[in-house]
């Protein structure tokens, strides 16, 4: 299991059970305390309350600890900037119709806002009367690669870029055949 601590710099680092009550380095080059096992497993208890590995990274995304680190995920060059990806685990757009389907939902987030697709497919029933479990996570990519991976179709190649960050191997590995889509950024 992946954990997170909090640098005073803000940085979230990803740590393991073992390193519990151990004092790890951060890239700014401070040392970070890691609490006891019993409060690391606590506090990702309360963040994703009951909702799994999917609860835990809205938490995240929600406490500003995602994006991770500072480094591309395509250039491995260090980057502020970052494109959102959606991670499709469970529902009908994993099938040919439902990618069309998605790819609508992409459409609308983009005229109505950039939540409607998280509240609208978390909502909407998928055809064989499953729910549709959806999460957008926000990836760091230099912008002058933003085409390039924009351009990506192999999912593989997809997942790889995401599994440079903890939380979302997790995810890969609980959801092994979730589809994966880049998110268009806002033109400014």
């Not at 909702?51 to 995304?61: D, E, N, P, T, Y």
């Not at 502020?80 to 459409?107: H, M, N, Q």
């Not at 912008?143 to 593989?156: D, K, T």
């Amino acid at each position: 299991m992946t954990y997170f601590v909090t640098c005073s710099c803000g940085k979230a680092i990803a740590v393991s059970e073992s390193q519990a009550c151990l004092e790890i380095p951060c890239r700014c080059g401070q040392l970070v305390s890691v609490p006891p096992l019993d409060r690391l497993r606590a506090t990702y208890d309360r963040g994703a309350s009951n909702a799994g590995i999917v609860g835990k990274i809205r938490q995240m995304i929600s406490d500003g600890d995602l994006p991770w680190e500072d480094t591309c995920a395509y250039s491995g060059q260090r980057t502020t900037d970052r494109l959102d990806f959606v991670i499709e685990c469970e529902g009908p757009g994993l099938g040919t119709k439902g990618r069309l389907s998605y790819l609508l939902d992409i459409l609308a987030s983009r005229i109505f806002g950039k939540l409607l697709i998280e509240v609208w497919r978390d909502a909407l029933p998928a055809d064989d009367g499953s729910r549709v479990v959806a999460v957008r996570v926000p990836l760091l990519v230099g912008a002058e690669y933003h085409g390039e991976v924009l351009a990506i179709r192999s999912q593989r190649r997809l997942r790889e870029m995401l599994r440079c960050v903890p939380i979302y191997e997790d995810l890969l590995t609980e959801y092994p055949n979730a589809g994966i889509t880049v998110m268009v950024p806002p033109l400014q």
